[in-house]
Structures are given as structure tokens and as C-alpha cells.
């Protein structure tokens, strides 16, 4: 039978061959990888998850939770990761919405999740960072051979959630043949072989270290250390054994910070990638002045995987996103019309490709609103093409803020705090933040008389929204500025409220 995916990345395996080390110095090979990922695709089948199954994960990072989203797509089961930051509340809208039929925690989670989990009909396994839980029990009986289910290039294999600016997070469905295609082309222009291993610091919740940092490994047959969490001394020094490193921006900006960072420390790593928010030009620059790397810059997002990448031979440049990635076509529209703009003119980036999700799970008008005619996905984001083709990303056509690579929609934090007694309204935006690159704050208006304070605010969201999402700052203001129309200006407040994270603020 053929798994689009799975065949793939067998054909790339080379049983003997290291797969994942530990920070501890534990070894996984691939032919560890296929005889575990095989006796948990077979426990999957067991317990009752059947092709095109959700299998909901909430589980810290290790190699056996790796290993969990590759026994999901031997099983054909679609893999659902969330953010181990979610809280029960969170947590219920996506299982309630993505109806799993299997549910993957932490043992320490069991019971709250349980009920949830009960009310929509999920079974709940548990799984732990050291390799403990239930799942792993059951997997001990189960035969390393499993046969891999058949699965065609259009068959689903993740469903990851994305926040939705009207509020409800959207579950982006994403098929073998999306990640195959990015992986292949990803591997490719970056130019991984074997011989390579990955500092992999990045959660392995999202795409980024999902599918881009894990498929692209696997798809090369190298090598991963697999961290807990990004740590700057640990980082540097698995640099002086490793040759690649995929961050977000907030890694580099706490990486040039630190008195380690040279070229020596540095000499034997051969790429630095950056993605999931703006690299600051400054920070490009600092790195390359203190290691001679210069960074190569690239854009993706949940629905798309990435779209463009900076060249690995020829100039890097600080501030742009580079080139579409082989396969990848982009364009630059007027985003009420859908009209393309010549090159240097600022409009919304659109792109179409083999890389390009689904459609959002059991959303179809959401889906055909963000689609054109012609099949080019309309990705929120506001750039411009230079002369030399270049792509340049200058800012949002979606009211969204990137803190630390992760994403937050004022909406769904304004929703909660407009909720509270005593509050009149909310706007939330996003400033600069020194460490986080925006820092999420917001800007309430209180009903007259009424006592809350910063305190009472962060305290009522403590337990609603997951710990990334809450502000780091609340501020009072007597009046939201508004435009003629009545909108809210959040441009006003952000340049009111630029310096707020500023040192010395
Ligand atoms: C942690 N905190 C954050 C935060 N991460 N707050 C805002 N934004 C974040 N990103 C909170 C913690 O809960 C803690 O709260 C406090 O801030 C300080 O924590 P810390 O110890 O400094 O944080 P740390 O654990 O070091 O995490 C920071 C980070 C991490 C940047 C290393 O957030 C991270 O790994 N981000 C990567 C996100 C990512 O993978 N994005 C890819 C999405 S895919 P308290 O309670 O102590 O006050 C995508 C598509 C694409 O975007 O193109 O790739
Ligand atoms: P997500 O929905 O979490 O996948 O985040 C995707 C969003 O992150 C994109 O739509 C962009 O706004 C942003 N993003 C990703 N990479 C970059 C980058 N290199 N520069 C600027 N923004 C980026």
C-alpha cells in the first residue's frame, strides 16, 4: 500500500543512521524512528482510530511525541497539535470542533482534560516528555512492522489551528502532498544532506518546527538534537557539533545579546534560518557582524507552509523574504480588487502552489473568502516585489500581533476583556518589544466609577487565555481614538504606546 508521506520519508531513511539526540546524549536512529512510529501507528489502529481519524495531541516536546505525529500519518489518522500553553478552555473549542477520536496529554492533564475529552466522545491516552504515559504502555505489545494505510497525495494529514481575526480559531487542513512538496523543495534550496544535524529548539506544535524543521530532516535522511526549549547557552554550545539552526527572531536577538556568540563558536554551523515573524534588519546585521553568517530570512504561515525563502548561494538581504520557493507562485493584488501590481508597488501578497492548505475544517464560506477565482490563497499580509524580485514583507492587512513567532488576534483578547464587569470597551495591539518583537498590550476604557485595575485584568484572563496571549501591559484611557467612520485608530495607540517596552520605559 502507499502513504504518500510515510514512503517518502522511509525511502530517505537509512536504518543505522542517527535520527535524534537528546540534549542528555539519548540516540533514536531511523530505523528506532520506523520501529517506534510503527508500534504507535499500530496502538492507533487498536484503540480505534481509523484513516482520516483526528488524533488531538497536547503533550510536552520529546522524540516519542514526534514519533506520535508519524504513527499518525503511517495510520492515516490526521494529526492535530495544540499549543501546550492552551487552557481548558481553549482546549474544549477544538475538540469540540475538530471531534477526535483520540485525545494525547500529559499524565498531569488527565484529569481535567478527561471530561472534555468524554463530552465530544474521545478516547485520552497520555504521553510524557521522559517517554511515560498510557500510550507508550500499550505500544510496548504492539509488532514494530505496522502496514502503513493508503494514503494519496490529496488525503489529509494535519489539521492545524490558526486564531481567526473574527475571533474563532480556524482549523487549516493540510494534505500529505503539502507538506511532501514544501518539505522536498525546503531541503532542496537549503541544500540538506546527511551529513547534516539540526539544533531543533523550536515547539513542535506549529509548522515551523512541525513540519519545516521535522520533514526536512527526515526528508534528508540527517540529523536532529532535539531540545525541550530554546536555551542560549545550550544552543551555543551544540553549535560546535552541529551545522544548522532554525529560529525564530527572538532566538537570534537573544543569541547576539550573549557574550558566546563568535566565530569560533560558530565556524562549524553552515546556515542560520529565521521565520515566523519580521527579522529586524538590525538583528541581521549584529549577527553577521559577530559570527560572519549572514541569516537566510524566509515566509511561511500555517496554511501555506513557506512561501519564500532568501537564496543559500547569493546575497542574503536583511529586511526582504527573498524569492518564491520552487513550485510557489506569488503575487502582489490590490486587496479589494484582486488586481496585480507592478513590481515595487505595495498590495496584498497572494500565493498558489502545491504548498497551499485544504481549506479551513468544516468552514467552507470562511475557505472560499480567502481564495480568488483563480485559486491564489490571499495571505493577509502587505508587501512588495523589488526590481530584483526580491519579496518584502511591510506590514499586516490582518489586525494580528507576533510575539516570540507566536500568533495573537487582538480580537480574541478583546472579546474576553470586554466581557468583565466594569469595562466599557478594549483595543489590543501589538508594540515593539525588545525580546519578543511585539509585545501584546491593551488599552481599556473602564465604566465611570468603576475600580479595576491592571492587577484584576490579567488576573480574570489567567485561566481563559493561554499564558503568550495575555498582555504584558494593561493602560487605561478615558476614550478610544476613532476615526469618522468610528473605528477604532489602533495606528494611533500604537505610536501613542511605541516606547512602552522601550529599556528604560
Ligand atoms: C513565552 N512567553 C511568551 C512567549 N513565550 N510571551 C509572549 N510571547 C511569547 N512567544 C511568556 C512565558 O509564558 C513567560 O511568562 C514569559 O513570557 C517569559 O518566558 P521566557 O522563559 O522568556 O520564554 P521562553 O520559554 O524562553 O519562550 C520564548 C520563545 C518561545 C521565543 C523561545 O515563545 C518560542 O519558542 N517561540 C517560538 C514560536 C514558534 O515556533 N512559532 C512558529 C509558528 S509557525 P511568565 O508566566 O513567566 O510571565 C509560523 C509559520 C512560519 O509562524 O512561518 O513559521
Ligand atoms: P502563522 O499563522 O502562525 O503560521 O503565522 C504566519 C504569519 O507569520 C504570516 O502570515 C506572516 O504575517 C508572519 N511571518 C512568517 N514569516 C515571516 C517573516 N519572515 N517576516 C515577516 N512575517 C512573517
Known amino acids: ?83 501546550t500553553a492552551y487552557t481548558l478552555a481553549e482546549l474544549d473549542y477544538f475538540i469540540g470542533d475538530a471531534e477526535p477520536s483520540l485525545v494525547v496529554i500529559s499524565p498531569g492533564a488527565r484529569e481535567g482534560v478527561s471530561p472534555i475529552a468524554g463530552k465530544y466522545g474521545a478516547h485520552v491516552e497520555t504521553l510524557d516528555e521522559a517517554g511515560g504515559g498510557s500510550l507508550l504502555e500499550l505500544a510496548a505489545d504492539e509488532e514494530t512492522d ?16 490558526t486564531s481567526g481575526t473574527t475571533g474563532r480559531s480556524k482549523g487549516a487542513m493540510l494534505t500529505h502532498d503539502n507538506l511532501l512538496s514544501n518539505a522536498l523543495a ?16 523550536l515547539p513542535i506544535f506549529h509548522t515551523h518546527g512541525l513540519f519545516v524543521a521535522s520533514n526536512v530532516t527526515l526528508l534528508s535522511g540527517s540529523s536532529m538534537y532535539l531540545l525541550p526549549k530554546f536555551d542560549a547557552d545550550e544552543v551555543l554550545r551544540l553549535m560546535a557539533e552541529a551545522t544548522v539552526m532554525m529560529g525564530v527572531p527572538t532566538f ?27 527579522l529586524l534588519a538590525e538583528t541581521h546585521r549584529s549577527f553577521s557582524e559577530k559570527t560572519g553568517h549572514a541569516i537566510l530570512e524566509r515566509y511561511g504561515m500555517t496554511e501555506t507552509n513557506m512561501n519564500t525563502s532568501n537564496p543559500y548561494d547569493g546575497d542574503r538581504i536583511a529586511g526582504t523574504v527573498g524569492f518564491p520557493l520552487p513550485g510557489v507562485s506569488l503575487r502582489v493584488t490590490e486587496p479589494e480588487t484582486g488586481r496585480p501590481l507592478p513590481a515595487g508597488e505595495t498590495g496584498m501578497i497572494e500565493v498558489k502552489g502545491p504548498n497551499v492548505f485544504k481549506g479551513y475544517w468544516r468552514m467552507p464560506e470562511k475557505t472560499a473568502a480567502e481564495f480568488r477565482a483563480d485559486g491564489f490563497f490571499i495571505t493577509g499580509d502587505l508587501g512588495l516585489i523589488d526590481a530584483r524580485g526580491y519579496v518584502h514583507i511591510v506590514g499586516r492587512g490582518k489586525d494580528l500581533v507576533i510575539s516570540g513567532g507566536y500568533n495573537i488576534y487582538p480580537k480574541e483578547v478583546e472579546t474576553e476583556i470586554d466581557g468583565m464587569p466594569g469595562i466599557v470597551e478594549s483595543a489590543v495591539i501589538g508594540v515593539p518589544h525588545p525580546d519578543f518583537g511585539e509585545g501584546v498590550t491593551a488599552v481599556v476604557v473602564r ?27 494593561v493602560l487605561f484611557v478615558e476614550d478610544l481614538p476613532r476615526n469618522t467612520m468610528g473605528k477604532v485608530q489602533k495606528n494611533v495607540l500604537r505610536e501613542s504606546y511605541a516606547d512602552l517596552y522601550s529599556a528604560g520605559s
Not at 505496522?146 to 489551528?161: Q, T, V
Not at 525546503?186 to 529548539?201: E, G, K, Y
Request: aromatic share 8%; charged share 25%.
Open 447 to 473: 465604566q465611570k466609577g468603576a475600580t479595576l485595575d491592571e492587577a484584576a485584568v490579567l488576573a480574570a484572563l489567567r485561566d481563559r487565555l493561554a499564558r503568550y496571549k495575555q498582555p504584558k501591559r
Open 186 to 201: 525546503l531541503r532542496d534550496h537549503w541544500r540538506f544532506t546527511r551529513t547534516d544535524r539540526l539544533i531543533h529548539a
Open 146 to 161: 505496522f502496514l502503513d494505510a493508503e494514503r494519496g497525495p490529496d488525503d489529509l494529514a494535519a489539521i492545524l489551528y
Open 1 to 83: 500500500m502507499s502513504n504518500h508521506l510515510f514512503d517518502a520519508i522511509r525511502a530517505a531513511a537509512t536504518p543505522e543512521a542517527v535520527f535524534i539526540e537528546t540534549g542528555d546524549g539519548r540516540r533514536w536512529t531511523y530505523g528506532d524512528m520506523i520501529a517506534l512510529s510503527g508500534q504507535l501507528a499500530g496502538t492507533l489502529a487498536a484503540r480505534g482510530v481509523r484513516p482520516g481519524d483526528r488524533v488531538a495531541v497536547q503533550v510536552e516536546k520529546s522524540p516519542e511525541a514526534l514519533m506520535l505525529y508519524l504513527a499518525c500519518v503511517r495510520a492515516g489518522a490526521v494529526y492535530l497539535p495544540l499549543n
Open 252 to 278: 537570534y536577538v537573544r543569541l547576539v545579546q550573549h557574550p558566546g556568540l563568535t566565530p569560533a563558536a560558530t565556524a562549524g554551523m553552515r546556515l542560520f534560518v529565521s521565520g515566523s515573524a519580521p
